[in-house]
Every structure is written in C-alpha cells, then in structure tokens.
C-alpha cells in the first residue's frame, strides 16, 4: 500500500476544513435550541433554561446565532471567537470548579468546542463558506493584488 500523495492531501485541506466548520456549528446550535427550546432532550431533565438567566441562557444564545454563523460561513472568524471565549468561560467557571480534568467534571463538550472553534479562527472557514461569495472592499484587495515593488511606501513620522 502506497501513502496518500502529499499534494493530495493538501488540495483536501480547504473542503476538510470547510466541513469541520458546518459539523462544528450545527452540533453548536444544536446544544443552544436544546437549552432554549428544549428540542433533543432540553437541559436541566429536559426543560429549558429559563430566559436572561446568567449565565447559561447567555451561553446559549451565543451558540445558537454563533453556532449558525459557523455552519454559514458568515463572519465565520469574529463568531467563532466569541463562541470559543463563551466555551471557555463555561470550562472554568462551571465545570473545572468540580475537578480538574473534563473526563471528570463533565466539561468535554466545552473543551472540544472551544478549541474547535478556536481552531476555525486560526486556519478560517475554508471552502463552501457564504464570506467567499460576498464583495471585498476593493482598496483592500487592490493593495494586496498589487505586486510589492509597484506599492507606495507608508510615511513614518518620528518625534523627538
């Protein structure tokens, strides 16, 4: 059996991205209409958590609008970024006061999403994300199309 080509490999790299980030968020939403709407078994024994509740239902609204932002593509980095934060904020206040590990307090989904997530900030929404069919400002785009030798040096001013 032959290894998988690297080239290969690396022309996957932006759909297996883009899938790991619509998987991401759709489980996302999923956990904020569970605890909202009470849909796949609710929170709390099947209830939901009740409204302007600090700070679970807060949690959950940032994964349900977050988590479909994820899933669309839409402002993929900055709502990934709050959805991590939210996670990590849920880790240490709710479930590391119990123990240390997530295997033992029951913070794995907040471990995994908020590095997930993370992770989606870091390396961007990859392919099928609604951001790539949306116009860029154009002053952007020309500078950086714009070869580095034809750019117009930024004056620096200094002060004495």
């Excluded at 939403?29 to 024994?45: N, P």
């Excluded at 932002?69 to 206040?93: C, D, E, K, N, Q």
Aim: proline share 8%; with cysteine.
């Amino acid at each position: 059996m032959s290894p998988v080509p690297h080239a290969l490999i690396e022309s996957a790299r932006p759909h297996v991205l883009g899938l790991f980030r619509i998987v991401t968020g759709l489980l996302f939403i999923c956990h904020g209409a569970a605890s909202i709407f009470g849909v796949m078994g609710g929170t709390y024994g099947g209830g939901t958590i009740p409204s302007g509740e600090w700070p679970g239902w807060y949690a959950a609204l940032i994964q349900l609008v977050g988590g479909g932002l994820v899933l669309l593509g839409l402002g993929t980095r900055p709502a990934a970024l709050v959805s991590s934060g939210s996670m990590a904020y849920a880790y240490f206040t709710v479930h590391q006061e119990n123990n240390l590990w997530p295997i033992q307090n029951g913070g794995e989904p907040s471990a995994m999403f908020c590095w997930s997530l993370l992770l989606i900030v870091v390396f961007g929404p990859g392919s099928f994300a609604l951001d790539s069919l949306l116009p860029r400002r154009a002053a952007s785009t020309a500078t950086a199309a714009a070869p580095a030798s034809t750019r117009k040096p930024v004056p620096v001013r200094t002060t004495r």
